[in-house]
Nanobody, 127 residues
Framework: QVQLVESGGGLVQAGGSLRLSCAAS????????MAWFRQAPGKEREFVAA????????SYADFVKARFTISRDNAKNTVYLQMNSLKPEDTAVYYC????????????????????WGQGTQVTVSS
């Protein structure tokens, strides 16, 4: 049974930083690409960042480029999202997701390509 547990969310002032973590269990973590999505109140879930199974390829939504960094530690079965220069519009619940199929990368920003999701962690950025 796959489980994803996020942590690291909280309240931060604009311009501040947070580091989200997502600990995975239940499958061979190093075989699956991972992603972060977010959902703000009244809005649809949107793609934030993705990382390939080896960690060698990353991709970001335009609105977080140069501010957020996704990384992973396959030895610890954990994926991270370092968020810097946070803005009030970054306020949302952040979810990590594990790809349905092993060693795939296509359509990495499409939520339906991810079978497993964490419970989410709230990030609130005050102005």
């Amino acid at each position: 049974q796959v489980q994803l547990v996020e942590s690291g969310g909280g309240l931060v002032q604009a311009g501040g930083s947070l580091r989200l973590s997502c600990a995975a269990s239940g499958r061979t973590f190093s075989m699956y690409s991972m992603a972060w999505f977010r959902q703000a109140p009244g809005k649809e879930r949107e793609f934030v960042a993705a990382i390939s199974s080896s960690g060698g390829i990353t991709s970001y939504a335009d609105f977080v480029k140069a501010r957020f960094t996704i990384s992973r530690d396959n030895a610890k079965n954990t994926v991270y999202l370092q968020m810097n220069s946070l803005k009030p519009e970054d306020t949302a619940v952040y979810y990590c997701a594990e790809r349905t199929r092993a060693r795939t990368w296509d359509s990495f920003s499409t939520p339906t390509n991810y079978a497993y999701w964490g419970q989410g962690t709230q990030v609130t950025v005050s102005s």
